[in-house]
């Protein structure tokens, strides 16, 4: 049943938060390969593609988390001078959040098929739209003045008239539905600024690409030669890969490859170039490979199925290697603790948070199922200078996980409303909850 917390409770600390980050040295490094234990707001870490250590497919952990119940006066933990809200709970699996232009909240509950949206009041949530196939990512168009809310699905993409503070959605227009829906079935979406490109991120059907052969048929040369860099065949073409297209969905191309699970996008505000948060593969040790947020460019390709972070070989593949790939691999640009997770991304363009966080991403990490100990679990910071990040990464929301390593929240999406609020979807717990500056 759903039921609204409306703001129910808060957190606040007074003292400000800018010594809080002066005194707080980075982790580099194998320091920053902890688990949830070093984990509370301020922590800093910086990892490299040299802190990366020898793949171990001997070491597959499955460590999945059961769920418990939010133990009573259990929060979310935020940093000095900030307090965090419970808006809503009682949603099924709230996953990718978006904010329409008029504060208006639209929620994927994915699970259920459904989105739904929280007024600017925020009331109860209602449904916008339903019957939907594995429902994600939502974007408006055109970015300004939207007339169409557009709704990602596991297999293709749908648009519906919009209105502002209009109730349920009506006259669908499904713009294709041919993208394979099995395997990772997030699918994530994004108007570049000038509102001329779409983008849409599709992620692999396995975990690395186990059941293509060592080579499609008609040979390895001549698929070379007529696709983009890095693309994989068989069941997994097309896959791991973001597409662009026109707003209309025709078009469309492929963007760029080798992305196992973009499971989160964002348009970089000055730059216009999509961002994603990937999960990288599974079953190469505890602290292999690092999973990571990159600007994507257009062309590029970032490793999947046969390298991850550079130009460090899948174990799996040495039968069939990619000799023809080595020193094209793109290396993403921060990168985060292995099985981390990410799954959302947003940049933050608002002032109500102070200065030093105009341009900063946040990102949430939901957390590992198959690491010896547990990481991720929290939303985390992206420091950006001039424009470009410097590779650390700052807990900014912690506490999902208890003392005896029991998991009540697991955080998907991220959202930055108008007044400049932080949103944060949990589908733990199945809430939503604000982070706000006292």
């Not at 395997?183 to 000038?194: E, M």
Request: with cysteine.
């Amino acid at each position: 049943m759903l039921r609204m917390a409306g703001l129910l409770t808060s957190m606040l600390v007074l003292t400000g938060l800018g010594m809080a980050e002066a005194q707080e040295a980075d982790l580099v490094g194998d320091s920053a390969f902890g688990d949830f234990r070093q984990d509370r707001p301020g922590v800093r870490r910086l990892i490299r593609a040299g802190d990366l250590g020898a793949p171990d497919t001997g070491n597959v952990a499955s460590n999945a988390p059961a769920g418990v119940a939010r133990p009573d006066g259990v929060m979310p933990q935020v940093p000095e001078g900030f307090a965090v809200d419970l808006v809503a709970t009682g949603i099924g699996n709230p996953r990718a959040l978006r904010f329409a232009p008029n504060g208006d909240l639209f929620v994927a509950n994915s699970a259920a098929g459904e989105v739904l949206v929280l007024g600017s009041g925020m009331g109860a949530p209602v449904q916008f739209a339903g019957s939907l196939e594995l429902p994600y990512g939502i974007a408006f168009y055109p970015p300004t003045a939207p007339e169409w809310v557009y709704v990602a699905e596991s297999s293709g993409l749908v648009r519906f008239p919009y209105e502002g503070g209009a109730g349920r959605a009506n006259a669908p227009q499904r713009l294709f539905n041919d993208i394979p829906g099995s395997g990772h079935w997030t699918r994530d979406i994004a108007f570049s600024n000038d509102g001329r490109t779409l983008f849409y991120s599709v992620g692999s059907q396995s975990n690395v690409a186990q059941r293509i052969g060592p080579e499609p048929s008609g040979g390895l040369q001549a698929w070379v030669s007529s696709q983009p860099l890095g693309s994989a065949w068989g069941e997994e073409a097309g896959r791991a890969a973001v597409l662009a297209m026109q707003p209309d969905g025709t078009g469309r191309r492929v963007w760029a490859t080798g992305l196992r699970n973009c499971a989160g996008m964002a348009l970089h505000p000055v730059s216009d170039q999509p961002w994603c948060v990937v999960n990288e593969r599974d079953a190469l040790g505890d602290d292999v490979p690092f999973d990571y947020a990159t600007s994507v460019a257009d062309g590029a390709f970032y490793g999947w199925p046969w390298y991850y972070i550079g130009d460090n070989p899948d174990p799996r593949w040495q039968r069939a290697p990619r000799a023809d790939l080595a020193g094209k691999v793109t290396i993403p640009d921060v990168l985060f603790q292995a099985h981390s997770a990410p799954l959302g991304i947003v940049f933050y363009e608002a002032d109500a948070f102070g200065p030093d966080y105009r341009g900063d991403a946040f990102v949430a990490l939901h957390g590992s199922w198959n690491r010896g100990s547990r990481t991720g679990y929290k939303v985390v910071r992206l420091e950006f200078e001039d424009g470009r990040p410097t590779g650390v990464y700052e807990d900014f929301v912690t506490g999902f996980v208890l003392a005896d390593g029991s998991v009540w929240g697991r955080p998907v999406g991220v959202a930055v409303a108008p007044d400049g609020a932080l949103y944060i979807s949990d589908d733990g717990s199945g809430s939503i909850w604000r982070v706000s500056r006292r």
